[in-house]
């Protein structure tokens, strides 16, 4: 090994160093759950506005916060348009739609405005959402974290009580491998993951075989293996996709639909785990 990969290695060895952080909770809240996937494309957003709606119908407060700055998907799958209001011009009030507490950086710029911000920039928003969004006594604050294990991810984990991480992702090998990496990450950083989710697990055709499409068991062995629960597969569906894009999950537009009803089992057993 040469002086420079060895300067490079002690420099992320240095990163990884054991830090002492305080750790605010989000006010107006009684829990905050982070949907992860540490992968792009994998679903991660739909799952997260379903999974908030789920947790709304069983009866529980909801709110949503969509801490992807750089590609905010909430207003387009929530269909929202309207932008938060403030009475002082220090505070904000989040967007009440379809029973839950709403908040995103895409409701204060416009849909094709790009965020060309650097890391602090975006804590710096991240720690706005948390401390000066007045959330209204919610039981579970639902954050749609932003793929990787960057900034945003570290703001969470070392700064914002986070009582417990889903880590959403489809059984393909390419993205296994990055969720092996947020799962190290938010285990080192002592952030509970409360379990893993197969997204996009299978096509039922209409002759109701299964089709693998991305590979099959890959989520639930690497819960196995890394002693995580798992919650459960949700399957490829065209009527998921369609709610998504209509601005109108799908366990909104329709709570009797065979994957509404996996989206409320999930929401049970996180019920359970806190209430």
Known sequence: MDKKTVGLSETFKGQTSPKTFVKNPIN?????????SAKGGVGKST?????????????????????????????????IKDKPKSED????????????????????????????????MVTSAIKTFAQKVLWNNLDFIIVDMPPGTGDTQL????????????????????ALSDVKRGIRMFDKLKVPI?????????????????????????????????NKKFLGKIPISIDLRIAADSGKPLVEENSDHKISK??????EKIKESFL
């Open 155 to 174: 703001t969470f984990a070392q700064e914002i009580k986070v009582d417990g991480i889903i880590i959403v992702s489809t059984p393909q090998e390419v």
């Open 194 to 226: 409360l379990g893993l989710v197969d997204n996009m697990s299978f096509f039922e055709s209409d002759d109701g075989k299964k089709h693998n499409i991305f590979g099959e068991g890959g989520v639930e062995k690497l819960a196995t293996d890394y």
């Open 47 to 79: 799952f997260a506005m379903n999974f908030a709606l789920a947790l709304k119908s069983i009866g529980l407060k909801v709110g949503i916060l969509d801490a992807d700055i750089y590609g905010p998907s909430l207003p387009k799958m929530m269909s």
């Open 89 to 120: 011009g220090k505070s904000m009030t989040p967007i009440n739609q379809y029973g839950v507490q709403c908040m995103s950086i895409g409701f204060l710029v416009d849909e094709e405005t790009p965020m060309i911000w650097r890391g602090p």
């Open 262 to 267: 996996i989206f409320k089992e999930m929401a």
């Open 28 to 36: 107006g809240t009684k829990f905050t759950i982070a949907i992860s």
